[in-house]
């Protein structure tokens, strides 16, 4: 079931502090761990409980696992935004090798019968 994210999908804040207690721990451990930055954990941790609290989850039953889930997308969400912008510093004769290859790719496809 997906949800609207309106204020009535929203959790009641003493639910979400109790979940936080709950599940922070848990969840700023993996962000950390995929990040290597603990101050980048701790964002990945506010956001999961923004979303979680503007009722993201859809009615998820289990919310540990949810937390975890949506932690780890998180997480790897920056980091792939990470090597996106080391990909971007790389000399631009990686972009041509790309391309060759990209042709020679659809000049190998076209050529099946």
Same mark, same amino acid.
Do not use: D, K, P
């Given at each position: 079931m997906a949800t609207?994210?309106?204020s009535a999908d929203r959790l009641a804040p003493q639910s979400l502090a109790a979940l936080y207690e709950q599940h922070a %721990?848990?969840?700023?451990?993996? !962000?950390?761990?995929?990040c290597g930055d603990q101050d980048r954990a701790a964002e990945i941790v506010q956001e999961v409980f923004i979303d979680l609290w503007h009722g993201r989850a %859809?009615?998820?039953p289990d919310l540990g696992c949810w937390l975890a889930l949506h932690t780890h997308r998180l997480a790897v969400e920056w980091l792939r935004q990470g090597s996106a912008g080391s990909r971007a510093a790389r000399p631009a004769t990686d972009d041509i090798l790309t391309a060759d290859l990209?042709? !020679?790719a659809r000049q190998l496809l076209d050529s099946i019968p």
């Open positions: 609207t994210g309106t %721990g848990r969840c700023f451990g993996l !962000a950390n761990h995929l %859809g009615g998820e990209g042709v !020679a």
